[in-house]
C-alpha cells in the first residue's frame, strides 16, 4: 500500500538558518503529493501541494519539488523564523479511494529559536 | 474561510461509556468528511470517510460499530466512541472536504483519554 516516510524531529534551528524536512514515498502511480504544518493548538493547513513529476510547490518561502526518479517530495526554506516553529506533515493522495484517501507521514516538529 | 471546528477539544471519561465528538464545517458545505486517529508520535490513521445521507465507508481494522459515525447535513459530522476503552485513548482529528475546492480542511483535534 501507500506509505510516507519523513525524517524524525524535533528538529531545532537559529533564525534564518535554512531549512530542509526529507520525505520520501511509496505508492502506486503517479500520486499527488503535499506539505501540512500544524500550528501549536490549530488543525492542519495545507502548505503547499504538487500533482505531478517536476512540479514544484510553493507558499510562504516554503518550497518542494515532486521528484519522481527519487520519490521524494522534500521541503526546504532558504531561511527560518520564529513563527515556522510548528509540525509538518508530509503527505499523498494516490490512486486508491479515488483520490480523496490522504496517506501521512508521522510529522517534523521543528523548532526556530532566536 | 475553510475552517472546521471540533468539539470537544478534550474529554476524559470512564471505561465502558461512550463519548461523541462533533465535527463542524463552520463557512462551507462539505458532502465528505474524514475521520482520522493519532498515536503519539505517529502519523494520522484514517479511520473512516463520511459522506452526507449516506453511510460511512470504514478503513480495514477499525470496528464500525465501536467507532459510529453520522453525517446528517452538509456542515456536521460526529463520531462516537462506544464502550471506550483505556486502549481508545488517542487523538481524534476530522476533516471536511470543500463542495468547490476539492481540499481538505482539518479541525484541531480531540484528545480522548478514558480512564
Known amino acids: 500500500g501507500d506509505s510516507v516516510t519523513q525524517m524524525e524531529g524535533p528538529v531545532t534551528l537559529s533564525e534564518e538558518a535554512f531549512l530542509t524536512i526529507n520525505c520520501t514515498y511509496t505508492a502506486t502511480g503517479y500520486p499527488s503529493l503535499f506539505w501540512y504544518v500544524q500550528y501549536p493548538g490549530e488543525g492542519l493547513q495545507l502548505l503547499l501541494k504538487a500533482t505531478k513529476a517536476d512540479d514544484k510547490g510553493s507558499n510562504k518561502g516554503f518550497e518542494a519539488t515532486y521528484r519522481k526518479e527519487t520519490t521524494s517530495f522534500h521541503l526546504e526554506k532558504g531561511s527560518v523564523q520564529v513563527s515556522d516553529s510548528a509540525v509538518y506533515f508530509c503527505?499523498?493522495?494516490?490512486?486508491?479511494?479515488?483520490?480523496?484517501?490522504?496517506?501521512f507521514g508521522t510529522g517534523t516538529q521543528l523548532k526556530v529559536e532566536l | 474561510g475553510a475552517v472546521v471546528s471540533q468539539h470537544p477539544s478534550w474529554v476524559i471519561c470512564k471505561s465502558g461509556t461512550s463519548v461523541k465528538i462533533e465535527c463542524r464545517s463552520l463557512?462551507?458545505?462539505?458532502?465528505?468528511m474524514f475521520w482520522y486517529r493519532q498515536f503519539p508520535k505517529q502519523s494520522l490513521m484514517l479511520m473512516a470517510t463520511s459522506n452526507e445521507g449516506s453511510k460511512a465507508t470504514y478503513e480495514q481494522g477499525v470496528e464500525k460499530d465501536k467507532f459510529l459515525i453520522n453525517h446528517a447535513s452538509l456542515t456536521l459530522s460526529t463520531l462516537t466512541v462506544t464502550s471506550a476503552h483505556p486502549e481508545d485513548s488517542s487523538f481524534y482529528i476530522c476533516?471536511?472536504?470543500?463542495?468547490?475546492?476539492?481540499?481538505?480542511?482539518f479541525g484541531p483535534g480531540t484528545r480522548l483519554t478514558v480512564t
Open positions: 463557512d462551507f458545505q462539505a458532502t465528505t
Open positions: 476533516s471536511a472536504r470543500g463542495l468547490v475546492s476539492g481540499e481538505q480542511y
Open positions: 503527505a499523498l493522495s494516490g490512486v486508491t479511494g479515488g483520490g480523496n484517501k490522504l496517506t
